[in-house]
């Protein structure tokens, strides 16, 4: 699965329809159409980017 944040493909399946990208260091889940990006804590935390995805983050 391409990152959807970069559009790289350095991803890795990390759990059920769970994803992360070792560009971004983010972790995203794909949930029917709803696509949820995750910052990654020191601590594994994940925290769920509140930004619409459509945003330009580059
Ligand atoms: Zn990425």
Do not use: H, I
């Not at 493909?9 to 709803?34: A, I």
């Amino acid at each position: 699965m391409v990152c959807p944040v970069c559009g790289g493909k350095s991803t890795g399946k990390v759990g059920v329809d769970q994803f992360y990208c070792w560009d971004c260091c983010v972790e995203y889940r794909q949930n029917n159409e709803v696509l949820t990006v995750f910052d990654v804590a020191e601590d594994g935390t994940l925290v769920a980017w509140e930004e619409e995805l459509s945003a330009p983050y580059m």
